[in-house]
């Protein structure tokens, strides 16, 4: 088993989202808010520059970034995420975690979507027991 060091990074992953991704992503989830696929209407109605990027698909990302790393054994005990700006069709987004604090078989994780930038447009937390 390898060890677990406070501050150590999780293999971080980069999205490019595009129309399509958002289109088949709100389709899935019946979202049918036309931020998310009129750019016309995100721009001039509700001032966007481009299509917004889903909140809950960024937490989907940072879900995934997760359980890409965790182990077969490990159990998700608590999970959340709060959106913290907007996040953009075209922007580069790089999903990262951390670990905070190991007390026993328990990890904690810092989570975070940054643009490219280095903003973060998501930011989340985690915790794990790892037998």
Do not use: K
Request: proline share 5%; no cysteine; charged share 20%.
């Amino acid at each position: 088993m390898p060890t677990l060091d406070i501050g150590q990074a999780l293999p971080s992953r980069q999205y490019t989202p595009g129309t399509v991704q958002l289109f088949l992503y709100n389709a899935a989830i019946w979202n049918a808010h036309r931020i998310h696929y009129d750019l016309l209407y995100a721009q001039h109605q509700e001032g966007h520059p481009a299509l917004l990027v889903d909140g809950p698909l960024q937490g989907d990302w940072l879900t995934q970034l997760l359980y890409d790393w965790m182990e077969d054994s490990d159990e998700l005990l608590a999970f959340e995420y709060s959106n913290r700006r907007a996040a953009y069709v075209g922007d580069v987004l790089t999903a990262h975690g951390e670990i905070q604090a190991v007390e026993g078989e328990r990890i904690t994780l810092a989570l975070q979507i940054v643009n490219q930038q280095g903003q973060a447009t998501t930011v989340g937390r985690a915790t794990l027991r790892r037998p």
